[in-house]
């Protein structure tokens, strides 16, 4: 059975919803005043609410840590780890996503027993934070150093507020991050969170993988468009249209998330 498959052995298209992080310390946006406590409390009640409304699973990122750093410091896993620990739902797994730095969603991934991380891991990309280059190798190797080889590697081909440095479509750097970096599953995402990619590079993204490597919609979902995009996709990430309002920044809103539930599942 594959990694994938592992995590997520009864469900056909598993729905995982982001777990948003408030800005941590040390990162231009952190609430001094609130602290640390009041942030943890925040994300395991969001966390809860999600497990509550059906989700399959919850990733948790450090999404208001903007502007985003290409390489973290240790203090970013272990915050991470803390907020990992005591805010995960009980009896759904849970991932790990840090804005962009493989190692240290790796290393909190690992610290927690996390089912798996996702991030960019593939490419040369041009980017809001600079030219942004990648080791997909480096990754897997740690992986297999640390003993944590059932950990699935969830890799986002169309990563946001980014472009490519060079000419290959979504679907062929897709079909290379297959056989070349052994991705568990293929995540394709539009220009910024919370928006959609174009459906037909979703379509042709899932026509160029073999079927056992599932490609998941990684931005986007919207209760009123999963319908449409679960036909091709198998899976999704949600994260802003469950907020209040549909905004990134904003709590987690329980009717929105019961909404996009009843209308994936319905599809």
């Known amino acids: 059975m594959s990694r994938f498959r592992s995590i997520f ?21 952190y609430d001094s005043s609130a602290g640390l406590e009041v942030a943890i409390e925040q994300v395991a009640h ?43 739902p ?25 089912s798996f991380i996702r991030e960019v891991t593939t490419g040369v990309w041009e980017s809001d934070m600079g030219l942004w280059n990648t080791n997909s190798a ?5 992986r297999r150093r640390l003993d944590r080889d059932d950990l699935a590697v969830f890799m986002n081909i169309t990563p946001e507020f980014a ?13 290379s991050t297959v056989v070349s970096s052994l991705a568990d599953a293929i995540l394709v995402s539009g220009a910024m969170a919370g928006d959609g990619p174009d459906l037909a590079v979703l379509t042709d993204v899932r026509d160029a993988v073999p079927d056992e490597v599932p490609v998941l919609l990684n931005t986007g979902a919207r209760a009123e468009t999963i319908g449409t995009y679960l036909k091709v ?23 929105r998330a019961k909404r996009f539930i009843d209308a ?4």
């Open 9 to 29: 052995p009864a469900n056909a298209k598993p729905l995982i919803a982001m777990a948003h992080l408030p800005a941590l310390p040390g990162t231009p946006l």
């Open 46 to 88: 969001e966390a809860a609410v999600l497990a509550e409304a059906g989700f399959d699973a919850v990733l948790f990122c450090n999404e208001n840590d903007r502007p985003y750093e290409l390489t973290g410091g240790p203090e970013s896993a272990a915050f991470l780890t803390r907020f990992a620990i005591e805010c995960a």
């Open 90 to 114: 009980a009896g759904i797994p849970f991932g790990i996503d840090f804005l962009w730095d493989a190692k240290i969603a790796l290393g909190a991934a690992v610290a927690t027993g996390a």
């Open 138 to 142: 480096h990754t897997l190797r740690e």
């Open 163 to 175: 472009s490519p440095i060079g000419r290959r479509s979504p679907a062929q750097i897709a079909r």
């Open 233 to 255: 996709a198998d899976g999704c990430i949600v994260g802003s249209s469950i907020k209040v309002d549909g905004h990134t920044w904003n709590p987690v809103d329980p009717d």
């Open 264 to 267: 994936a599942r319905a599809g």
